[in-house]
């Protein structure tokens, strides 16, 4: 038996022999770290608008007290603040549906900005109380919006066997604009220019990433709307919103596992620098560093359970990392500082552990989904409800409680709440995996294979 000649040559015109160049196209850093590429510059610009509006987490309470009002009147403020921002994130998701995510987050950050422009030029300058409730109040309809509509967008684009990731990479962006750069922009800004100062550099930031996130980011699905043009009925989508939390209970059980994730921290942010700059005697700057270590951690740990959730497992990483390491966190923020008499390293260790439990919950939005995966964008609003919800909710337990049962009384209510999460999210089945796609054939085995043929 003969062997076969050498193979010669191929004339120009026939298909070329497979080089390293035709393999596989070479992934960039941002897809190896699991941020999808193409939202880049919605992360970006997610980023920035956070930093605007996380500059006054730290102050605006103590800053607003100074203006006159009692303790009581400030929680009053975040709490309306609050109700808006739960209506924001409530209506993110179904009008994102209807409209499209860009469109949504335009809105939201023009609301922000108007909003604004009359806290800072009418109702702080003329002291009322009531313009303050009323412009800062409607403000907080913004950021949800902005932000909210953002990751309708990541999970309508997102590949779903990456969207642990691709969420940790949303709510590192978040988190590190709110509250971290912006506490730190803060420590720094408030004594140089002052409070009132600091809050109109907020301004330029905002303006600013919303500006990247709305020009510069072109990835199509979520310029257009996201429902078929037959059923952008904005009322039936947020009617549908509604419905969903009781006609799948497990998407309500779900909504509450959210309005429970953030609770304790939008109620820290407002009662705790009272605590410690008051009872504890921190100063002020100390207190805004805790709360960057808090949110700092807050940014690993995000990262590193989004992709625990996809490697591991979303339900455990929410049940573990999130509510139990939460309710440890908020116990140890209280008792930790005033056992060991104000030492701040044993209370940064706190900070970051209460920082690190906020981001056990990353992997929820796909375990909601998952209950429901044609209606997502209702999904999400029942989802970002629950998170717009505790904003409000968070003040409004310690404005209820501080009086009757004290700042410790308060962190064990929100202890309590962690725990209780934990306990729904066992009513939550993991995710179907997504299947892998077949592997395609090489090259030269495909041609032999239609040379059989």
Known sequence: MSQAPATAPRPPTADPLPTEAAGPPRRSRLDRAGLPRPLFWGYAGLVLFMTGDGIETGYLSPYLAGLGFSQGDVGAIFTVYGAAAALGAFLAG??????????????????WAGCHILLLT??????????IMASYGVRGLGYPLFAYGFLVWIMAAASQR???RALGWFWFSFTLGLPTLGSLLASALVPAVGGYGTLWISLVLVLTGSVLALVLLTEPTGRSPLLPADRRDVRAALRGSVTILFSRPRIGAGAVVRLINTTSQFGIWVFMPFYFTGTLGFALSQWLRLL????????VFVLLFGALGDRWSKRGTVIWCGGVLSAAGCLALYYLPAATDRNFLVASLAAALFGAGLAGYVPLPPLMTAQAPGRKGQVMSAYSLGA???VALGPLLGTLFVGPLGVEGVMWIYAGLHVLSGLLVRFLPEPEPEPKPEPEPEPELARAGARGR
């Open 94 to 111: 179904a009008l994102a549906d209807a409209w499209g995510p860009r469109r949504v987050m335009a809105i939201g950050a023009a609301f």
């Open 122 to 131: 009418a109702a702080i300058p003329l002291g009322s109380y009531p313009l």
């Open 162 to 164: 990456g969207i642990g």
């Open 292 to 299: 960057t270590v808090m949110m700092g951690a807050n940014l």
């Open 388 to 390: 717009g919800a505790s």
